[in-house]
T-cell receptor
Framework: SQQGEEDPQALSIQEGENATMNCSYKTSINNLQWYRQNSGRGLVHLILIRSNEREKHSGRLRVTLDTSKKSSSLLITASRAADTASYFCAMNYGGSQGNLIFGKGTKLSVKP | GAVVSQHPSRVICKSGTSVKIECRSLDFQATTMFWYRQFPKKSLMLMATSNEGSKATYEQGVEKDKFLINHASLTLSTLTVTSAHPEDSSFYIC?????????????FGSGTQLSVL
């Protein structure tokens, strides 16, 4: 299976703390994307990192990619209660977007 | 940004009935849309790729006669769960890529929670 693995499965932190989520995958990717899902809702695209990139920033989000280890991390700095959601990495192995394989997700709870 | 609208958000039906779920791209044309199924606390599993004007492409293990997909226009794809049974109860989500950057970003509908009694 090409499905990614994410850890931790669940993460509970206090507001203001940083949250780090990790994603590992198995074969070479074209790009890796992170999505957020609020409970019972659709997914929202957060950030994309290409296979030739090592780090990207977007606001309070920082994504890293280590292709040698086939892993990526998502860091949310200065977390807020509104960041409470599930976060999924999604690997694009090339071709159409239909080849986007989602990880199992990390459920983040930020306590006020 | 691009908006994908999905309806209904929740449906409860009796076993044996059929349920239609609509997915619309509101401000862009989508020649391709994707349908996913998500079980509680689980990841998204791609069910099928909906192609405007042609037959859908189903993933292995997904019954095409059970999950009918129609993509009649550039802004609308429908998923019909035929003769629904309790095991079909799940969260169904559609998505669409935007234009030429089809492998860089997906826009998702808000999902449909199907409960079959």
């Amino acid at each position: 299976s090409q499905q990614g693995e994410e850890d931790p499965q669940a993460l509970s932190i206090q507001e203001g703390e940083n949250a780090t989520m990790n994603c590992s995958y198995k074969t070479s990717i074209n790009n890796l994307q992170w999505y957020r899902q609020n409970s019972g809702r659709g997914l929202v695209h957060l950030i994309l990192i290409r296979s030739n990139e090592r780090e990207k920033h977007s606001g309070r989000l920082r994504v890293t990619l280590d292709t040698s280890k086939k892993s990526s991390s998502l860091l949310i700095t200065a977390s807020r209660a509104a960041d409470t959601a599930s976060y999924f990495c999604a690997m694009n192995y090339g071709g159409s977007q239909g080849n986007l394989i989602f990880g199992k997700g990390t459920k983040l709870s930020v306590k006020p | 940004g691009a908006v994908v609208s999905q309806h209904p958000s929740r449906v409860i039906c009796k076993s044996g009935t059929s349920v239609k779920i609509e997915c619309r791209s509101l401000d862009f044309q989508a020649t391709t849309m994707f349908w996913y199924r998500q079980f509680p606390k689980k990841s998204l599993m791609l069910m099928a790729t909906s192609n405007e004007g042609s037959k859908a492409t189903y993933e292995q293990g997904v019954e095409k006669d059970k999950f009918l997909i129609n993509h009649a226009s550039l802004t609308l794809s429908t998923l019909t769960v035929t003769s629904a049974h309790p095991e079909d109860s799940s969260f169904y989500i559609c998505s669409a890529p935007l234009g030429y950057r089809s492998n860089e970003k997906l826009f998702f509908g808000s999902g449909t929670q199907l409960s079959v009694l």
